[in-house]
């Protein structure tokens, strides 16, 4: 029977063996159908008649207090998600890294330089992605970043728990609720709007006077909170993979202009977001297996990216693959607005981690530790270096 503690501690070798003998399967704890094929994957997640992200039973309603993007349809998803959707593209996104993460990767990294080692992933990675992304949010990079990376992290703990502790519903609940500094912030955006994601997620195609309710704001922004620490998590799986290819390592050191290619190779190979969730609006068959209708399932983009039948040796880490062909961040109506966000933050992360400390590596003893299945980790980032290299600018 297929368990979650297997997916939870390495799903790769079960996704293989899916694909080959069970493409559509019953995860009897998740009480989900778990889709591993790239061709299944692909229809669930483009064919919106069939299969819709609406999940009136997920418990990011009631933490959220309300409808996140993610599980928005029709009118209300295209009006929420055209509202900020221009905020993430390319041309700000260059903006963005040279005005605000640039900078704050630069300060996350000289105050970590002197202790000559640290764990990457929760001294470097997450502070630096969640105080970039708050600012860029709007919202008060002290408090505000604060809020955001607890529920970021209480968020990804509920979505991989699936019911199975009963308190970490009641606790999760708690943190979330703690929303004043947020709640203060769009307040005052309401009535004094300026540049910010926040802003234009409450006034863009709205006429004067009449801003989006808190409905149709707060929800979005606490679910954000996943995207906010997202960025850091692809950072720590890129240098994860990294370590463990030494030659692809030194490639990167050499030409960082590699970056950006090595981050879209780990985002294919191990991506933070493993699984996104879909319901049957109707009866379906999928994979050969008849679906009922109000039926949720677990969409594996983690394993239809390492497809055979899509990629040649699918389990290799490769920064001279082609991986511009992924399903890391969706695709159809409900892929990711923010992924140029993700793959700026995460490239300027690391840019600034081997330029300031260019040899780098893994503490003496270090062991990979991912976890987490529908949202994966790459765990603790122990790392050493002696070299620093002052700034030139």
């Not at 922004?221 to 850091?232: M, Y």
Request: aromatic share 6%.
């Amino acid at each position: 029977m297929l368990t979650i503690s297997e997916l939870e501690t390495d799903p790769y070798p079960v996704y293989a063996r899916l694909r080959g003998e069970e493409p559509v399967a019953w995860v009897p704890e998740a009480r989900q159908w778990l889709v591993t094929g790239w061709d299944d994957v692909h229809t669930v997640l483009t064919d919106v008649e069939r299969f819709t992200t609406d999940q009136p039973g997920s418990p990011m309603l009631d933490l959220c207090g309300g409808t996140p993007l993610l599980m928005r349809e029709g009118r209300s998803h295209d009006d929420v998600r055209e509202a900020f959707g221009h905020d993430f593209g390319p041309h700000r996104m260059n903006a963005f890294v040279d005005s605000t993460a640039r900078p704050v990767a630069y300060k996350v990294a000289d105050e970590l330089l002197p202790s000559g080692g640290a764990d990457l992933a929760s001294d470097y990675f997450e502070p630096l992605t969640a105080t970039a992304v708050t600012a860029m949010l709007g919202l008060d990079t002290g408090v505000g970043t604060d809020a955001l990376r607890r529920w970021g992290n209480v968020l990804t703990r509920v979505a991989n728990d699936f019911g199975r502790d009963p308190s970490l519903r009641t606790t999760a609940a708690e943190e979330m609720a703690d929303d004043a500094a947020l709640t203060s912030v769009v307040h005052r955006l309401r009535a004094e709007p300026d540049d910010s994601v926040t802003s234009h997620l409450l006034h863009a195609n709205r006429p004067p006077g009449h801003a989006r309710p808190d409905a149709d704001v707060v929800p979005v922004l606490k679910h954000i909170a996943l995207s906010v620490v997202e960025p850091g998590w692809l950072a720590g799986w890129t240098l994860a993979a990294l370590w463990s290819a030494p030659d692809q390592l030194d490639a990167v050191r050499a030409d960082r202009s590699l970056l950006r290619a090595a981050v879209h190779e780990a985002v294919r190979w191990s991506g933070p977001v493993g699984v996104l969730g879909r319901r049957t609006t109707r009866a379906v068959t999928l994979g050969g297996r008849e679906l009922p209708a109000d039926d949720t399932i677990a969409v594996a983009i983690a394993s239809a990216n390492r497809d055979e039948a899509v990629f040649t040796d699918p389990d290799r880490f490769d920064v001279h693959r082609d991986a511009r062909t992924h399903l890391a961040f969706g695709t159809g109506p409900h892929h990711c607005p923010a992924h140029p966000l993700v793959i700026a933050v995460a490239c300027t992360a690391l840019d600034v981690l081997l330029e300031r400390m260019p040899d780098v590596r893994p503490a003496p003893g270090w062991r990979p530790s991912p976890h987490g299945w529908k949202l994966r980790l790459p765990g603790v980032l122990d790392a050493v270096w002696d070299t620093v290299v002052p700034r030139t600018s």
